[in-house]
């Protein structure tokens, strides 16, 4: 059973969410909260599988919460995904860069809601392509000077080349053609990746290959 922990300060946006997912076989509702210090207790109680977490919300917004979540060692297993009222939200980018798994507009559609918190858990990231892309390349504008890529010093050959492909937003499937290999081979190569680096999931492997130089702007092939 996947446990979720709904953060939103507009209750109606709650009662929404919350009648979708317990009306699911796999998923329940563990817990609600109106404001990120609130939310932060309930993370710590309740240890949810998936926290969605509104951007915007009173006493501690949700990046500054999301933040407190991914800096705690204890709390590695906990996902956020933010919820945005818009797709291009500008804090939607430093959400991604403080560990958040993905983002979901407020208004997407049941189906996809569902299917990002089952994805989360599996350690993907909330980024279709689309949105991807368009994402990367405005984290890619923003991003700071890249790393020392000593980082990457215990990654293969072609672990670095699944981490650009990742860097660039392709999915499991369109890194496989890319590389003629199948799509599992690649899922491989993308999970190995990220246990060396000691990333979260996808959405924070991408960070990794920008901050590294391994991607730079520009390279949305």
């Given at each position: ?205 991408v960070v990794l290959a920008y901050e590294s130089g391994l991607v730079r ?5």
């Amino acid at each position: 059973m996947i446990r979720v922990l709904l953060a939103d300060d507009q209750s109606l946006v709650r009662a929404g969410f919350k009648a979708l997912l317990d009306a699911q076989p796999d998923i329940e509702v563990a817990g609600e909260a109106a404001d990120g210090e609130e939310a932060l207790r309930a993370v710590r109680e309740l240890r949810p599988d998936v926290v969605l977490m509104d951007i915007r919300m009173p006493l501690l917004d949700g990046l500054a919460a999301t933040r407190r979540i991914t800096d705690d060692d204890g709390l590695n297993d906990v996902k956020v995904v933010m919820l945005t009222t818009f797709e291009l939200d500008e804090y939607v980018f430093e959400a991604i860069r403080s560990g958040a798994s993905g983002f979901l507009v407020k208004d997407t559609e049941p189906e996809e809601l569902l299917r990002a918190v089952r994805a989360v858990v599996e350690g993907d990231a909330l980024l279709s392509p689309g949105v991807a892309r368009r994402l990367i390349a405005e984290f890619a504008a923003r991003s700071k000077e890249p790393a020392a890529a000593g980082a990457l010093a215990e990654l293969t050959e072609r672990e670095r080349e699944v981490m650009a492909l990742v860097g660039i937003g392709l999915s499991n499937d369109e890194i496989a053609r890319r590389l003629v290999v199948s799509p599992l081979t690649a899922k491989t190569h993308v999970s190995r990746t990220m246990v060396k680096l000691g990333a979260r999931d996808r959405a924070q492997l991408v960070v990794l290959a920008y901050e590294s130089g391994l991607v730079r702007p520009g390279w949305l092939g």
